[in-house]
């Protein structure tokens, strides 16, 4: 006698596809955010290698007032990379980033290169959307816990607060401060996230009273501010 075959009905099928779906609404929400959380700390570590470029450039040539005529991070990058002390262009640029991901350009791998001993800008790096600004004309004195001298695009410097055109939207960001510490905010207007004046030692929400006179935030553009 030949067997029956079992085949699935149009109900069992529609069971099934629906348990999926509901396993897929709780799922994904947690893979997203898992991935999100990931990405932010690969951000921390490349602004934190950025500082300690930057530190590094700062001790090495205590003299040099070669990146405080920086007209824009480009060139800021550009001078870190042809002495020696950071070459890769990814740490400059966050996946998190909409500028970066809705982007049709060709990521950058090296901020430039020697070439015949000439230093050669990356003519993809230096077209490619940045997500960090930078802080020159910072004293290596200044105290290295409070100083802040790299931070996410998109900080409104005099309310505090990360727009939502900012690399993490209205989420917050990071600060990278003068001893190669990296710490994310959600903003800068609570009192245990707030500044410390740079003169007064007094509580700010304004990340440029943490920094001395004289001192200029360059971003992809130029000049975001100047004390």
């Known amino acids: 006698m030949a067997k ?7 109900i069992e099928i529609l069971a099934v596809l629906t348990i999926i779906g509901i396993l897929a609404a709780f799922l994904f929400p947690s893979i997203g955010s898992a991935i999100d959380r990931a990405q932010k700390v690969k951000d921390a570590s490349n602004m934190r290698q950025i500082a300690m470029a930057y530190i590094n450039y700062m001790h090495d040539n205590s003299e040099s007032r070669e990146l405080l005529q920086c007209k824009n991070l480009y060139e800021f990058a550009n001078i870190l990379a042809k002495r020696g002390y950071l070459k890769t262009a990814e740490v400059y640029f966050s996946d998190l980033d909409p500028l970066v991901s809705t982007s049709r350009l060709k990521k950058p791998k090296l901020i430039g290169k020697l070439n015949e001993n000439i230093w050669r800008p990356s003519e993809d790096f230096l077209k490619f ?19 802040p001298i790299i931070y996410s695009r998109g900080l409104d410097v005099n309310a505090g607060t990360w727009g939502k055109e900012g690399v993490y939207g209205e989420e917050g960001g990071f600060i990278a401060f003068l001893d190669g510490r990296v710490k994310f905010f959600s903003n800068l207007t609570d009192e245990e996230s707030q500044m ?12 440029s009273d943490a920094l001395n006179r004289g001192a200029r935030a360059i971003g992809p553009n130029g000049t975001e501010w100047e004390k």
Do not use: Q, W
């Open 4 to 10: 029956k075959k079992h085949a699935f009905t149009l």
């Open 129 to 147: 959307p940045l997500s960090v600004i930078v802080i020159v004309n910072v004293p290596s004195s200044a105290s290295p816990s409070t100083t």
């Open 196 to 207: 410390l004046s740079f003169y007064t030692g007094d509580s700010t929400k304004k990340l």
